[in-house]
T-cell receptor, first 115, second 112 residues
């Protein structure tokens, strides 16, 4: 069974500090991994994805994530947080061997960056 | 502009009064899906469709119906809404072979 865990409901960080939003996953095969962001009163927006290749993936707005197969993790990071990064972040996984291509989401992590 | 459009964005209704949330995409995507978002539970898939006339249940299909008569439209039907269907609903789509979902802006439904 596929599943995604985001162990922290909330992450608080000061502007200018590095941030990490954690994600671990479980799939029966090899994963496709994604991060989406949701701003207030908006739909989810794609941030970045890991499909294959380099384990460090760079995405929009200066975010990056590292795929770690041995730890089954895909943590989202940014070297220097901005107040405008405050939002709800979702990690998602898809089994690349699945013909259905269903995406499984974590419960979300609320990131708050204070000035 | 490539987008997924949902209507209505906000709706307050009463128990038992049938309602439909429409979803339309202009990207010629084959795959479409409905999710509900509840605090602490993240996004849970209600129904999905791989193409016209092909639909299947997700994780929480009870109390919902869908149809896919045209490629661009994927309405979500609540035949007899109940208060436990009060939620934020998202429609999403993607093309065949693509990996990234495009989401609508969401429809906040309250059932009294």
């Amino acid at each position: 069974a596929q599943s995604v865990a985001q162990p922290e409901d909330q992450v608080n960080v000061a502007e200018g500090n590095p941030l990490t939003v954690k994600c671990t996953y479980s799939v029966s095969g090899n994963p496709y991994l994604f991060w989406y962001v949701q701003y207030p009163n908006r739909g989810l927006q794609f941030l970045l994805k890991y499909i294959t290749g380099d384990n460090l993936v760079k995405g929009s707005y200066g975010f990056e994530a590292e795929f770690n197969k041995s730890q089954t993790s895909f943590h989202l990071k940014k070297p220097s947080a901005l107040v405008s990064d405050s939002a709800l972040y979702f990690c998602a996984v898809r089994d690349r061997g699945s013909t259905l291509g269903r995406l499984y989401f974590g419960r979300g992590t609320q990131l708050t960056v204070w000035p | 502009e490539a987008q997924v459009t949902q209507n209505p964005r906000y709706l307050i209704t009463v128990t038992g009064k049938k309602l439909t949330v429409t979803c339309s995409q202009n990207m010629n995507h084959e795959y479409m899906s409905w999710y509900r978002q509840d605090p602490g539970l993240g996004l849970r898939q209600i129904y999905y469709s791989m193409n016209v006339e092909v639909t299947d249940k997700g994780d929480v299909p009870e109390g919902y119906k869908v149809s896919r008569k045209e490629k661009r439209n994927f309405p979500l039907i609540l035949e007899s809404p109940s208060p436990n269907q009060t939620s934020l609903y998202f429609c999403a789509s993607r093309g065949t072979g693509a990996n990234v979902l495009t989401f609508g802006a969401g429809s906040r439904l309250t059932v009294l």
